[in-house]
Antibody, heavy 115, light 107 residues
Framework: QVQLKESGPGLVQPSQTLSLTCTVS????????VSWVRQPPGKGLEWMGA???????DYNSALKSRLSISRDTSKSQVFLKMNSLQTEDTAIYFC?????????WGQGTLVTVSS | NIVMTQSPKSMSISVGDRVTMNCKAS??????IAWYQQKPGQSPKLLIY???NRYTGVPDRFTGGGYGTDFTLTINSVQAEDAAFYYC?????????FGSGTKLEIK
């Protein structure tokens, strides 16, 4: 069945770079798009960006200068890298599959930005 | 950049009532809208896609409508388990922007 699972550090220091991995199973990255969505504690959902089935990417304009999304299709993994982290980047980070609606989500991983 | 505005921010409804929440897009998105339900501590769940299509397994008391810039999510005969946050999202064309959400409380 379709599964997505986020992994990465739970704590990142301010000004450092966040690296997260989304490991997927049950579907092919070459046939499906994967997005990253984040949710600060007690707040709403923010679409961060996506890697499309063909390998191209799109980003939220507010994050574009700091964000990079890539993938390794042989390992069924999608990667997020975001630099210059600040406390306001503290959030649950989700990876999710879809284009016409996000039907499949990972459980999310909490990233805290703190010294 | 497209902005998705949801209203109201919160509402308190009794079991059995009918509730309608709204989502307004800052530009014409056709029918490229999805709706999600999120309960505390859980990942969002897809309810509606392409404005009015109910996703697999979603109860038929959930109905989506609208086209262009104005959209609605209606829950007929609200149940206690419907207490949650509800988000709309522009789909299919980037950016896949979310609305700020509506909190539904059950009295």
């Amino acid at each position: 069945q379709v599964q997505l699972k986020e992994s990465g550090p739970g704590l990142v220091q301010p000004s450092q770079t966040l690296s997260l991995t989304c490991t997927v199973s049950g579907f092919s990255l070459t046939s499906n798009s994967v997005s990253w969505v984040r949710q600060p504690p007690g707040k709403g959902l923010e679409w961060m960006g996506a890697i499309w089935s063909g390998g191209s990417t799109d980003y939220n304009s507010a994050l574009k200068s700091r964000l990079s999304i890539s993938r390794d299709t042989s390992k069924s993994q999608v990667f997020l890298k975001m630099n210059s982290l600040q406390t306001e980047d503290t959030a649950i980070y989700f990876c999710t599959r879809g284009l016409w609606g996000f039907a499949y989500w990972g459980q999310g991983t909490l990233v805290t930005v703190s010294s | 950049n497209i902005v998705m505005t949801q209203s109201p921010k919160s509402m308190s409804i009794s079991v059995g009532d009918r509730v309608t929440m709204n989502c307004k897009a800052s530009q014409n998105v056709g029918n490229n809208i999805a709706w999600y339900q999120q309960k505390p501590g859980q990942s969002p769940k897809l309810l509606i896609y392409y404005a009015s299509n109910r996703y697999t397994g979603v109860p038929d008391r959930f109905t989506g409508g609208g086209y262009g810039t104005d959209f609605t999510l209606t829950i007929n005969s609200v149940q206690a388990e419907d207490a949650a946050f509800y988000y709309c999202q522009r789909i299919y064309n980037s950016p896949l922007t979310f609305g700020s959400g509506t909190k539904l409380e059950i009295k």
